[in-house]
Structures are given as structure tokens and as C-alpha cells.
């Protein structure tokens, strides 16, 4: 069994926009980013069962950049998401939603590259990011 | 109305006798589908039957994608022959007095073909009903 880390937020915004926000490409270009330092200049999603997803990440001064890549296995609308990144990992993304705020909760397989806790780290301030973005654009 | 079918049933059973009932085969041919052949809460485990509705046979074919034992168990459900995209979610939620509530998601009916009423929304809701409400129901009052 793999190692597996969550990361959470409550977003003040209801599940309907949440989902919008997060899964169309021109949204995710503007708030997939773990630091000021990244950005997603593009992005693919084709979002249904063995759709695929592409998102391209580089750092903003341009030194290095790569592929973010996915299946989706589970899609659940307003619920839940499972895909599998291209190395196998698997992701799942819960949505509850409840009087005008989401509850958003992602576990993801580690890799063996960084430490647990600079992936949860890194995660969740892309979760982060998304809330923000999300509530300025409420 | 596009959204998926939601239902939410109490039952006076432990959440680890709903989680069997769902998840067991044996069980579950008893206030399911007597239909089904197979079934493992595996990620991955594919099955197919056929249930005859109102003449028509349907060649039903599930595959599971997410097992949280004990919590949540999540199926494909797709008809071979027609197109459509469904998922089935189950969800084990333990009451603070032992008994247990099991809540079903059913989403995507809407792309099933829904010239035919067998794929209608109400269609698909009341058979979820009966399943939930009435058929569990009685089944786990007779387990206990």
C-alpha cells in the first residue's frame, strides 16, 4: 500500500463554481501554481472517465518547466475526482459542498523524490491558491 | 434536473453489516440482483450480467474504481450496447447510536439514452428507492 497524504480546505464558494473553477483550463492557468514563482502557462482537460489532462508547468523566469499529466478514472460530479498521474500515483479529490461553502479534501500516493512533508507543503499550497483565486472571483 | 440521483437510508445494522451487504456476493444476489455473478471490492474488478426489465434484456457491466473499506466503495455502471457514462457511490456513514447511515450517489444517467424510459431519471430513481428503502431494508431486518 502506498504512502498517502491529504490535504483540506473550505472554500466560500458553492460546490456548482468550485467545480467550474477548478476544472476548466481557462481558470486553472490562473490559480494552478504552488508558488509566484510558477506558473501554468497551459492547459488541457478532458474531463470524463479515461480522459486525459495536461497541465504545463514552468517556472516564470522560464529555467525549467514540465508536464503535469493524468487519466481520470472517477468522475463524479459536485463529488469526487480519482485519476492516476502518468507515474501511476493515484489522486482523489473530494468536493462537499454545503450552504455556499465547499469542503475540498485531496489525497495523493507520495513519490519518493521530495519529503512527505515538502509534498504536502507543495500541495496544499496549490489548495491554497485555488481558495484564493476561488473567493476573489466569487 | 441533471444532477445525480441522491438517496440516504438509516438502517438499525453496524456500519460493518451494511459495508457486507453492499460488498458481498452472496448478499447481495439476495435484495440486489440476484443477476450478478461475481463481485470483489477491488479496485479494478470487472463484472458483467444481464437483467431483464420490461422485456429487454440489458447487458450490465460494472467496474470498480475506489474501495475505502468498511467506508466507500465506488462502481462504473455502463450497459453494453448502449452509450452512457455512470458512476455508483456508496457511503458508510456510522451513527453516534451504533446504527449506521448508508448514503447512494448515482451520477451521469443523463447520458444514457433517454429516449428510453428505462434510463429515465425517475425510472432509475425509484429503483434505487426500492433497493435503499425497501429491499436493504428488509434484508438487514432479517440479518439481524
Known amino acids: 500500500m502506498e504512502k498517502t497524504i491529504t490535504v483540506q480546505a473550505t472554500v466560500s464558494a458553492p460546490v456548482e463554481k468550485i467545480w467550474e473553477l477548478w476544472n476548466s483550463p481557462e481558470h486553472i492557468i490562473k490559480w494552478y501554481a504552488a508558488s509566484n514563482e510558477w506558473h501554468t502557462p497551459k492547459a488541457k482537460n478532458d474531463l470524463r472517465t479515461g480522459g486525459k489532462f495536461l497541465y504545463r508547468m514552468e517556472a516564470r523566469d522560464g529555467s525549467v518547466g514540465f508536464d503535469f499529466e493524468g487519466t481520470y478514472e472517477t468522475v463524479i460530479k459536485y463529488v469526487l475526482i480519482v485519476y492516476s498521474i502518468a507515474d501511476g500515483r493515484k489522486v482523489k479529490i473530494y468536493f462537499a459542498g454545503e450552504g455556499g461553502e465547499t469542503n475540498i479534501v485531496e489525497t495523493f500516493e507520495a513519490e519518493n523524490t521530495h519529503t512527505t512533508e515538502q509534498q504536502r507543503a507543495g500541495w496544499q499550497a496549490i489548495l491554497n491558491n485555488f481558495k484564493k483565486y476561488t473567493e476573489e472571483n466569487v | ?144
Request: glycine fraction near 6%.
Open chain 2, 1 to 144: 434536473m441533471n444532477g445525480p440521483i441522491i438517496i440516504e437510508q438509516k438502517f438499525a445494522s453496524k456500519p460493518e453489516t451494511v459495508w457486507f451487504a453492499i460488498t458481498e456476493l452472496a448478499k447481495m444476489k439476495e435484495w440486489y440482483f440476484p443477476e450478478l455473478k461475481d463481485f470483489k471490492p477491488e479496485v479494478g474488478f470487472e463484472t458483467s450480467f444481464t437483467v431483464n426489465a420490461n422485456g429487454v434484456d440489458y447487458p450490465h457491466i460494472w467496474k470498480v474504481t475506489v474501495v475505502e473499506p468498511g467506508k466507500k466503495l465506488v462502481y462504473h455502471w455502463s450497459y453494453d450496447g448502449y452509450p452512457g457514462d455512470s458512476f455508483v457511490m456508496w457511503d458508510i456513514i456510522p451513527l453516534e447510536d451504533g446504527s449506521t447511515k448508508l448514503r447512494l450517489v448515482h451520477s451521469g444517467i443523463e447520458t444514457f439514452p433517454q429516449d428510453n424510459p428505462d434510463f429515465s431519471r425517475e425510472s432509475c430513481s425509484a429503483g434505487w428507492t426500492f433497493f435503499l428503502c425497501e429491499s436493504l431494508k428488509k434484508y438487514l431486518e432479517k440479518e439481524r
